[in-house]
């Protein structure tokens, strides 16, 4: 079955703690798989896609096959993280392709 | 270039009755995806037009609808509206079948 699971209903951080907002996913083809972040009162809009492979706002998140994982990292958290994050995976589907969401998770990054 | 355009952004309704929530995509994008987001559930996709097409659908009950315009604009039609529709109805634009999505703003859905 292809399923996306953020097992992370919500996570608190201080300021300046690393942050990792976890993101495992099932699925036997290739997978391309996304973050996206939802601030508070602003459209939920894509962070990173894993093909790029680029830091964007300091989060980085690597593709590890073997543990089927997508995890978000940031090393120093910032109170202007604190937002919603969804992890997404692109799958097959028959001749097209759909988005799978995970549920998200609730960052809050306290002072 | 205008974002995804979302109308109404809120909407009360009663319990039984029906209602059309529109969505107008980024000019050039031919992909449009509905959602559905409430706290407990996320976001759980509903269904995806492309070129006037359904191409995908969620497991969502026949009383969720929808339709693609030849200008790509998209609606999604609830009848019989029910407590549980209550949600923020997300609409997302892509330039091809799951490319990056682009999401509107919402429309606010309460059903009393």
């Known amino acids: 079955a292809q399923r996306v699971t953020q097992p992370e209903k919500l996570l608190s951080v201080f300021k300046g703690a690393p942050v990792e907002l976890k993101c495992n996913y099932s699925?036997?083809?290739?997978?391309?798989l996304f973050w996206y972040v939802q601030y508070s009162r602003q459209r939920l809009q894509l962070l990173l896609r894993?093909?790029?492979?680029?830091s964007i706002k300091g989060f980085t998140a690597d593709l590890n096959k073997g543990e089927t994982s997508f995890h978000l990292k940031k090393p120093f958290a910032q109170e202007e993280d604190s937002a919603m994050y969804y992890c997404?995976?692109?799958?097959?589907?028959?001749?097209?392709?759909?988005?799978?969401w995970g549920l998200g998770t609730s960052l809050a990054v306290n002072p | 270039k205008a974002g995804v355009t979302q109308t109404p952004r809120y909407l009360i309704k009663t319990r039984g009755q029906q209602v059309t929530l529109s969505c107008s995509p980024i000019?050039?994008?031919?992909?449009v995806s509905w959602y559905q987001q409430t706290p407990g559930q996320g976001l759980q996709f509903l269904f995806e037009?492309?070129?006037?097409?359904?191409?995908n659908k969620g497991n969502f009950p026949g009383r969720f609808s929808g339709r693609q315009f030849s200008n790509s604009r998209s609606e999604m039609n609830v009848s019989t509206l029910e407590l549980g529709d209550s949600a923020l109805y997300l609409c997302?634009?892509?330039?091809?079948?799951?490319?990056?999505?682009?999401f509107g703003q919402g429309t606010r859905l309460t059903v009393v």
């Open positions: 997302a634009s892509h330039r091809s079948g799951a490319g990056e999505a682009f």
């Open positions: 000019s050039g994008h031919r992909s």
């Open positions: 037009y492309f070129s006037e097409t359904q191409r």
């Open positions: 699925y036997s083809g290739s997978p391309e």
């Open positions: 894993h093909i790029s492979r680029e």
């Open positions: 997404a995976l692109r799958v097959n589907a028959g001749n097209n392709r759909k988005l799978i």
